[in-house]
């Protein structure tokens, strides 16, 4: 499978990974605030997005493979010595679940990730005598296990690697209470940003320098010791 995919050297020695969220594709707005900041940057279209191949979305559960794809050729380029990672919504489950089964990536901002592929699932089902058949349903045609895309079972297993979880607290955010289960279920070094009245992935449109100054800043200290 060809994952479609821009690449920026770093002029600091760290590449930030960047997984953008369901029916989307590379965030070229994040992509260009670390390549602004000397950082090199890694973006692709998951599977079934964009310009690259598949006909399927499992939500996290075989896009953990294209993690793997992306940080195998970040190791691969020159002058790369630190690899961070931002993910976006399905993007940012992904890398939590990612993350916790590969140590390379050293540090983690987690925008809008939910806590577990069930609670989206169950959210958008508001009919709850059709969520079990739709789960099984879902199951048997991907050959992905739904308990396997859980974010919220596995992020404590990043410490002692930092996790950084933002999110909007408006919509599914609050329903899921997702920013602060994700937050507790981390262990330390953790740091949380959850605005009130800001949609999904919304904390960058709204306050764009405060979000530069946050997410670089913590890749500055994590990465570079700064």
């Known amino acids: 499978m060809e994952l479609a995919a821009r690449y920026t050297p770093p002029q600091n020695g760290a590449v930030i990974l960047i997984a953008h969220g369901y029916n989307d594709n590379r965030p070229e707005s994040i992509y260009a605030m670390f390549v602004e900041n000397g950082y090199g940057a890694l973006a692709w279209d998951f ?13 996290g559960y075989y896009e953990r493979m294209d993690v793997e794809a992306a940080l ?11 690899v961070g990672a931002w993910g976006g919504s399905m993007g940012a489950a992904t890398l939590i679940l990612s993350t916790a089964e590969n140590p390379e990536i050293e540090a983690l901002v987690a925008d809008s990730a939910y806590p577990s592929l069930e609670d989206v ?50 919509g599914g955010a609050i329903e899921m209470n997702a920013p602060y289960r994700l937050y507790e279920a981390a262990n330390e070094p953790k740091e949380i940003w959850a605005e009130d009245d800001v949609p999904h992935l919304g904390t960058f449109t709204q306050y764009p320098n405060r979000y530069e100054d946050k997410v670089v800043g913590f890749f500055d200290q994590w990465l570079l010791g700064e």
């Open 47 to 59: 599977r079934a997005h964009g310009g690259s191949d598949g006909e399927m979305s499992t939500l």
């Open 121 to 170: 699932l169950r959210l958008n089902m508001p009919v709850k005598l059709f969520q079990p058949f739709v789960i099984f349903w879902a199951e048997y045609y991907s050959g992905a296990e739904i308990d396997d895309v859980n974010p919220e079972l596995v992020i404590g297993q990043i410490s002692p690697r930092p996790v950084f979880v933002i999110d909007g607290w408006e």
């Open 72 to 82: 195998d050729f970040a190791f691969a380029q020159a002058g790369v010595d630190h």
